[in-house]
């Protein structure tokens, strides 16, 4: 069963820049491709952005230019940077694990609170 955790999150002031950490504590073998979601208070849960285990990348079109991400097979991790933050991008952001067939493997994480405020 695919743990993922992640980790990372914190208080930053526009423009400032975090890094996101999604780490698969057991079943990593099992991942294809890993993703990005946040929710901000009283909004529905968002993509925002994804990766294969080969890292080819997908973006939301909001995130498009400002975010990056990147996987770390021997630390079975994903990373995602987020640059140049606005305070839009305050919400708890989770990761999630897809298998070969993109079948959903885990569960939902805990996630990680970023805030962004001046």
């Known amino acids: 069963q695919v743990q993922l955790v992640e980790s990372g999150g914190g208080l930053a002031q526009p423009g400032e820049s975090l890094r996101l950490s999604c780490v698969a504590s057991?079943?990593?073998?099992?991942?294809?491709?890993m993703a990005w979601y946040r929710q901000a208070p009283g909004k529905q849960r968002e993509y925002v952005a994804a990766?294969?285990?080969?890292?080819?990348?997908n973006f939301a079109d909001s995130v498009k230019g400002r975010l990056s991400i990147s996987r770390d097979h021997a630390k079975n991790a994903m990373y995602l940077d987020l640059n140049n933050l606005e305070p839009e991008d305050t919400a708890v952001y989770l990761c999630?694990?897809?298998?070969?067939?993109?079948?959903?493997?885990?569960?939902w994480g805990q996630g990680t609170q970023v805030t962004v405020s001046s």
């Open positions: 999630r694990a897809y298998g070969d067939s993109g079948q959903r493997v885990g569960s």
């Open positions: 990766i294969t285990s080969a890292g080819a990348a």
């Open positions: 057991e079943g990593y073998f099992s991942i294809n491709a």
